[in-house]
């Protein structure tokens, strides 16, 4: 077991050259966000007659109250704050989740809209774009064997265009209520991946995103099911799970991957990471990496064959041997206990597996901090 | 010279099946916004302390107050809509650019982020995605000669992935402010290219959106230059169209491609526009197909090499021939004096092209229908 330190990629200061111009062109007296110096964080909203104005977010654990200016202008300065990325959103007089409308920059996550600003240094400056080679992103669409055409997104990396080389292929897993973006959007995948080719702490990779919520087809607005809301939907009936080599044939089909196992990794958060035990143990021929992440292992539907029989199927997959069974969690985490239950298991079967166990809970913020991690122990 | 007529296009009405599902899952008494039978439309915000909400948007010609309920959400029902894309934003004592919190949905333009619905029939099912084959979006950074990556966006139609056949190409370039993101947000190019395919209507064709904002390397957030506020920036110095060439080979190299002028179109609106009449007459062997969306006619850069002796540079493009020089322009546009003075130094000098005038101004309601029509003129 393993505690993932806080061990800072020192060699991406090498590559971040121009964090330095976040604000460059809207720094006046209402400017938002707007990270300074001693990387504390001042926001503004023009909301001139309000009577209470208050931030909320995870840059803070209290939801901060702002103060008004004569001008009309409300404004808070964070205490500084470590390098990471940060969502925030104000409450107006009662109306809740109003955006900043200063700052262009909004993520999804499941049904929400958040603003988000980024603190440089470490963590940071990984999930923020820099000056390096980028990976190609395409959205395709593919009938894994169903019938239905859903729609994923493939990650391809800088060199791809240009070599003739086979790669070897990441498939990455949403959580309940998440979709094919999510790794995209709130993970800051293509950003991460793109830092830690540039830096050669990973290998050059494919990386898969799947939508593993099977009532849907593509994530919001991309489907033809009109407008509707995002909610907390999952699938835990074993139908994506028994899809999947499908979408396995059809990525190695269509794209240079090198088809072996040892060439493939998949991984997931929470319902993807409980996916990804399935899927790992259902079909063990396929991945030679396997990473849990804040997974929920507990929880398929009832009545399911291909969740049942799994102390047989875990060890038939571990008889065929795993190159890397990676299990992350946060210890505030509300599925540790689970976590903890599973690992036992392992542990008195004798499995070798590799645990981090991190600060906080289930959050963006471990998932960003764990895809990091296991993406620079695979394909070596 | 042909007026665009409101002709409708009848044959979507067989690949629209699921608007009802429209605000299929949250119909409560906050939703909103909600498409009501009639094309009404009900928007609601929830701001219990509020003295004024008002909404404005595309949908009105002036600012609509909303109407306060007893339980502290303001609400407003408009006259029935014809069917189009609609964006809109609340005002909230005072406070501008509110969002819907209710509403997932938000497309930028320029540093705008804005809320939007669709009333469904005829323009409005063309902007949405129906349930039909969808072409594959692939955002890729190519450098076109200049020793700087730029990101640009490549839409491949349905059958690209599985088929061998080559396709050509349209080239689709923005407007000032715009980025390689702007004909797919506010455009809609992916849902009227996915739709008008399906429905026999276009050929299959590839489209590539390119940045041509040459400050720029990619849309913002995607750059290394950090989360600055897009701003009304522009290129009109002859860099991006003499790099043209440069993009078209790559696309050439990449993409599976009708490697002939008449298999190439471009397009463009606004500034994109002036790029496509320049791109076109520079490299007159390279477009069969040239699309000058409200175009900003008369605006290059003095001095420009590029931009001199354009009536010999015409003359030449003419006589090596164009399949189809297609002008449109909106009777309110501000640029319609320059476009109608160009229409007459064409007509002086006898050049054939269609010419297309609609309603309203300098919009995008304007540049989707522009695309629409021109798409069902390609490569016939």
């Known amino acids: 077991m393993t505690r993932i330190l806080a061990t ?3 060699a991406i200061a090498a590559i971040t050259s121009t964090t330095a111009q976040q604000n ?3 720094k006046d007296a209402t400017s938002s966000p707007v990270v300074n110096d001693d990387h504390s964080v001042t926001l503004r909203l023009y909301a001139p007659n309000a009577e209470s104005v208050i931030a909320e977010g995870d840059f803070t654990s209290e939801p901060q109250p702002l103060t008004r200016r004569d001008d009309g202008v409300w404004e808070l300065t964070t205490a500084p704050l470590p390098s990471e990325l940060y969502t925030y959103r104000f409450m107006v007089d009662g109306m809740r989740d109003v955006h900043d409308p200063a700052n262009s920059y909004l993520m999804r996550d499941v049904g929400s809209q958040m603003n988000y600003f980024i603190i440089p240094g ?8 820099q000056h390096v080679a ?5 959205r395709v669409w593919t009938d894994a064997g169903d019938g239905r055409e859903r729609r994923m997104v493939v990650y391809t990396p800088a060199d ?3 070599s003739r080389r086979k790669y070897p292929v990441l498939y990455l897993l949403h959580g309940m209520g998440g979709d094919e973006e999510a790794w995209l959007a709130t993970g800051r995948m293509a950003e991460i991946m793109d830092n830690l080719i540039a830096m050669g702490k990973a290998e050059p990779m494919i990386v898969v995103m799947t939508n593993g919520c099977m009532r849907h087809t593509a994530a919001p607005g991309y ?3 009109g407008m509707w809301r995002p909610y907390m939907s999952g699938s835990m009936d074993g139908t994506f799970e028994a899809l999947f080599p499908g979408i396995v044939e059809w ?3 269509h794209y240079r991957t090198i088809k072996r196992k040892e060439a493939r990794a998949i991984a997931g958060l929470s319902m993807g990471g409980f996916h990804t035990l399935q899927i790992s143990k259902e079909f063990p021929t396929l991945f030679d990496y396997v990473g849990l992440f804040s997974a929920a292992i507990f ?3 009832e009545g399911v064959a291909l969740y049942e029989d799994t102390e047989a199927k875990l060890q038939h997959q571990f008889d065929m041997g795993v190159a890397l069974y990676w299990i992350a969690i946060g210890c505030d985490d509300f599925l540790y206990d689970e976590n903890a239950r599973y690992r036992a298991m392992l542990d008195e079967a004798g499995y070798a597996y590799t645990y981090c166990e991190s600060e906080g809970g289930h959050t963006w913020r471990n998932w960003r901090i764990y895809l990091t991690e296991f993406a620079m122990l695979l394909f070596k």
Chains 1, 2 share one sequence.
């Open 223 to 225: 489907s033809d099911e």
């Open 24 to 26: 460059l062109w809207q």
């Open 251 to 253: 990525v190695d089909d």
């Open 8 to 10: 800072l990629l020192m």
């Open 122 to 129: 470490e963590r940071g400056d990984l999930y923020t774009p």
């Open 160 to 162: 791809y265009e240009d």
């Open 299 to 301: 929880r398929g539907k």
């Open 134 to 138: 980028h990976g190609s992103l395409s």
